[in-house]
């Protein structure tokens, strides 16, 4: 089965500067690659997806790029801000895996004012 | 869009009662639901996934006895925590997604979470 690991599990910066993410997979099926930030007590919010087709996408102050040959896929989150503050997880599936999502251990970013 | 709610989004129960946890897709038609449990600072686990009118396929280790799920509807999910105990205390996360095949949407949705606490 799928199996994905991300890094780092906590990130802290200042506010203003970038912050990334990133994630390996293992099944080279795998094609739709989601981006979830979770808020304290809350459910996942998706913030971003990318799927195998492109290699970038890019929405407002937050990125996501897509490296298949490697395997992995990355988070940019630019001018951090201390809203930004969160868990952010990323993910991947497989068309026909019935949208079952093999998630990453989760990142803690945090961003000092 | 793509609005799932959760009720109710947190319970407080005695051990050995049962707790219902409801979850809606309120602006779209979910074929597939996914109920998750979630540990203080870990990420997701995967307890079963749900089709409508069908069984729930649950995961390895996950008691299909204790942890009920029901799927009536496109919209709408249940999962009942039967004979709870301090142990099953945690923060229940369902998600919704449309149906998966090549040129679709497949994103999956998720709702704001239950707080279980087992006294």
């Known amino acids: 089965g799928e199996n994905v690991e991300q890094h780092p599990s906590t990130l802290s910066v200042q506010e203003g500067d970038s912050a990334v993410i990133k994630c390996t997979y293992s099944d080279s099926a795998s094609n739709y690659f989601p981006w979830y930030k979770q808020e304290l007590g809350k459910g996942p919010q998706l913030i971003i997806d990318i799927r195998s087709n492109v290699g970038e996408k890019k929405d407002q102050r937050i990125a996501v790029t897509l490296n298949k040959t490697a395997k992995h896929f990355s988070l940019h989150i630019t001018e951090t801000q201390p809203e930004d503050s969160a868990v952010y997880f990323c993910a991947a599936t497989f068309n026909n895996a019935g949208n079952m999502l093999t998630f990453g251990g989760g990142t803690r970013l945090m961003v000092k004012p | 869009g793509a609005v799932v709610s959760q009720h109710p989004s947190w319970v407080i129960c005695k051990s050995g009662t049962s707790v219902k946890i409801e979850c809606r897709s309120l602006d779209f038609q979910a074929t597939t639901m996914f109920w998750y449990r979630q540990f203080p600072k870990q990420s997701l686990m995967l307890m079963a996934t749900?089709?409508?009118?069908?069984?729930?396929?649950?995961e390895q280790g996950v008691e299909k006895d204790k942890f009920l799920i029901n799927h009536a509807s496109l919209t709408l999910s249940t999962l009942t925590v039967t004979s709870a105990h301090p142990e099953d205390s945690s923060f229940y996360i369902c998600?919704?997604?449309?149906?998966?095949?090549?040129?679709?949407?497949?994103?999956?949705?998720f709702g704001p979470g239950t707080r279980l606490t087992v006294t």
């Open positions: 749900s089709n409508e009118g069908s069984k729930a396929t649950y």
């Open positions: 998600s919704a997604g449309t149906s998966g095949s090549l040129g679709s949407r497949y994103e999956q949705y």
